[in-house]
């Protein structure tokens, strides 16, 4: 099955007109041609995950509807796009799904915020675990998102966007635990930390050179 076709849609929010027109205009916002790294590819990514770790969860049908939604609004030049992302998920399903479904859905979307899935929260676990999978990738695979990001970003400058990835980097290597279900935890934490701590040190490295030369 095509992890963002229609049918994939339907089995969480039914074949109806309006369930058509969602998924019609969820697709269109993520098929965005400013979108480098949070485009379908990654939807399609996260969903893919979602589906192996699933049985994890409490509510699986809740985080696959949040993966669809996890960015559908992404707009690089604001902070809030979580947020925003949370309210078109509360509108686009009105209807569509049970009103409990739907306000797990925000909840979970707006906890990819700062990935931090309290101990427990199974649904917030895989969803947060399938969104940061990237970082365990391959050496080359985590080269080809960061490239990616940086290309979202073009508007900055590249001292403002070194500042700004910086302080993400820090942030994610800071977290307690980067991933939190244990099928996954031991072996997917030493890479992403390597891949992270890799690109963190190359950053500080130019924005030492730069600062130099100034």
């Given amino acids: 099955m095509d992890l963002v076709g229609f049918d994939a849609w339907a089995a969480l929010a039914g074949d109806s007109a309006t369930s058509r027109t969602e998924w019609a205009a969820v697709l269109d916002a993520w098929g965005q041609p400013h979108r480098r790294y949070h485009d379908l590819a990654h939807l399609a990514a996260v969903l893919g995950i979602v ?25 690089p030049r604001r902070a809030d796009n979580e947020e925003v992302s949370a309210e078109r998920a509360r509108a686009g399903l009105r209807g569509l799904v049970p009103d409990e479904r739907v306000e797990e859905v925000v909840r979970l979307v707006l906890l990819t915020a700062g990935h ?45 966007f070194t500042t700004g990835r910086i302080a993400v980097l820090e942030h994610l290597l800071g977290l307690e635990t980067l991933f939190r279900l244990p099928a996954v935890a031991a072996d997917w934490t030493p890479r992403a930390r390597a891949n992270l701590t890799a690109e963190l040190t190359l950053l500080r490295s130019r924005a030492a050179g730069a600062g130099g030369a100034s």
């Fill in 116 to 160: 931090g899935a309290a101990p427990g929260d199974a649904n917030g676990a895989v969803l947060c675990d399938a969104d940061l999978a990237v970082l365990a990738g391959p050496p080359d695979a985590y080269a080809a998102y960061a490239s990616a990001v940086r290309e979202e970003y073009g508007h900055l400058s590249d001292a403002e």
């Fill in 51 to 75: 589906g192996r770790l699933e049985e994890a969860a409490q509510d699986p049908a809740a985080v696959r509807l949040a993966a669809w939604y996890h960015d559908v609004v992404y707009d």
